[in-house]
Structure formats: structure tokens, C-alpha cells
């Protein structure tokens, strides 16, 4: 792997990335590093931060469904985004329970929560008690670690699954 590369979408050489298998991954530091790129793996495995204003989808407006860029889990929904002034994506809600692992967070001198993939524990970022209603949390999200699918392209998906289990 070339560790001088931008970002790619993490799916490309990714063995475990999946929109639809929400099975848990337990995968070494070292194994991670293999298939992610060097700016996905430094967010995800190591708990980094990019800097504030740099990521795409900071004032993105396509509607659709955030996915974990580490293994494809689907955590956001494009209807839960909102511009919160912060430096990053932002989010209200979850796209289910399931999604998102909470872990307390004392590093810095702060007390956070961080907020993790429910699939492969990638950190993404926290989640603050100062967001809009309905929620009041602001999910403060690492754009490195997001990859997002159109909607009517995550429908295309969706439908064409469906029509395959039936056979």
C-alpha cells in the first residue's frame, strides 16, 4: 500500500466493507492498516482529528445515507445533518441504535463522549448536548471517516438486494 495516497473511498481493496453486512469486525491495528487509506486509518484506528473547515460533506446538501468509510455501516441520514458552526459534519441522530457505540472520553483535560462505528469501532468523533431538537445532540463527525451514497443510488441497492433474495 502506498501510505503517500489521498483519500480513496476506503471500499476500494476493502474486504470487509459492506452497506449491508452489519456483522461486528474485531480486526488488528495492523490488518486495518492494510486496507485503509493512510488519512482514514489515522481518524479511525488512532483516534485522530482533521482539521476544522477541511472535510467535503462539511456543508454538503445531497440528500441520501452517511456510511462508516472503515467498513460501510450505515450511521447518518442526510435529513439528521445540520450546519452547527463547528468545523465538521454535524449531525442530530443516529440512523439506529445500533449504529453507534458511546465511550467516555477524558482525554485533552475535557470530558466528552466519543462516539465509534457499532461495526468495526472506528472513531468518529463525539457527541455534545448542544444540538437542535428533537435530539438536543450535536454529532460532531469526522468527514475522513464518512463515505455517503445518493439516495436514489441507495434505493437502486436496496431494491436490486431484495430482488436478489427471492431467487
Known amino acids: 500500500m502506498d501510505t503517500k ?3 480513496v473511498p476506503a471500499k476500494e481493496g476493502n474486504p470487509v466493507y459492506s452497506n449491508t453486512d452489519t456483522s461486528k469486525l474485531a ?12 488519512d482514514v486509518f489515522y481518524i479511525a484506528r488512532m483516534k ?3 482539521r476544522p ?3 467535503k460533506f462539511e456543508k454538503f ?9 472503515a467498513c460501510g455501516n450505515a ?3 442526510s435529513d439528521t445533518k445540520f450546519e452547527s458552526g463547528c468545523g465538521w459534519p454535524s449531525f442530530y441522530e443516529p440512523i439506529s441504535k445500533e449504529s453507534i457505540i458511546y465511550t467516555p472520553d477524558n482525554t485533552q483535560g475535557m470530558k466528552r463522549t466519543e462516539v465509534q462505528c457499532g461495526r468495526c469501532k472506528a472513531h468518529l468523533g463525539h457527541v455534545f448536548e448542544d444540538g437542535p431538537p428533537p435530539t438536543g445532540l450535536r454529532y460532531c463527525i469526522n468527514g475522513v471517516v464518512l463515505d ?5 443510488e441507495a434505493e437502486k441497492k436496496f431494491n436490486n438486494k ?4 427471492n431467487n
Do not use: M, R, V
Not at 455517503?148 to 436514489?152: G, N
Open 5 to 7: 495516497k489521498t483519500h
Open 48 to 50: 485522530g482529528t482533521e
Open 27 to 38: 480486526l488488528t491495528d495492523d490488518e486495518w492498516k492494510k486496507i485503509l487509506p493512510q
Open 148 to 152: 455517503f451514497e445518493k439516495a436514489k
Open 75 to 77: 450511521l447518518f441520514k
Open 162 to 165: 431484495g430482488s436478489n433474495d
Open 53 to 55: 473547515w477541511t472535510s
Open 61 to 69: 446538501k445531497e440528500t441520501g445515507t452517511y456510511y462508516c468509510a
